[in-house]
């Protein structure tokens, strides 16, 4: 395990690498954590990690979570897995409002297949799209 941080005046940050995981029997997990906090509340998180995520415990999946939001709390959520089990991956998208209702949601997968999560409302207002959208790549 490595770690670092920094504390500025205007955010924090944490860093962390953790090497050869073992849980249980399986195949041993690498992963990275970073997390930044700015000074105005707004933030990221980045977790990525080479483990067996998805079905047999012989084959390791590469994954990755990136989570940014708003000062106000909104934000988005991307999480993709590839390789392995996972075979040409897939890309799950969450995007929430200041009040953390869900405001958008989409799965895509590698052969283009997109679908709507059952439970995203069945309206979206304006506003809060656009604050989340903001946060896009």
């Known amino acids: 395990m490595v770690a670092g941080w920094d504390a500025a005046a205007d ?3 944490v860093h962390l690498h953790l090497s ?8 041993p997990a690498t992963a990275d954590v970073g997390s930044v906090m700015k000074a105005d509340g707004s933030g990221t998180l980045v977790f990525d990690v080479l483990a067996n995520l998805v079905g047999s415990a012989e084959s ?7 989570a940014r939001w708003t ?3 909104a934000g988005r959520a991307d999480v993709e897995a590839h390789g392995g089990d996972a075979g040409e ?11 953390f209702e869900r405001v958008y949601a989409l ?11 059952s439970k995203v409302p069945p309206r ?10 903001g946060l896009a790549d």
């Open 124 to 133: 979206l207002r304006a506003a809060e799209l656009a604050t989340v959208n």
């Open 20 to 27: 050869d995981v073992h849980a249980g029997t399986g195949a």
């Open 89 to 99: 991956g897939f890309l799950v998208t969450e995007c929430w409002n200041a009040r």
């Open 60 to 66: 390791l999946e590469t994954g990755r979570v990136r």
């Open 107 to 117: 799965e895509r997968v590698a052969d283009g297949g997109r679908r709507m999560p």
């Open 71 to 73: 000062p106000e709390g």
């Open 11 to 13: 955010q924090r940050e």
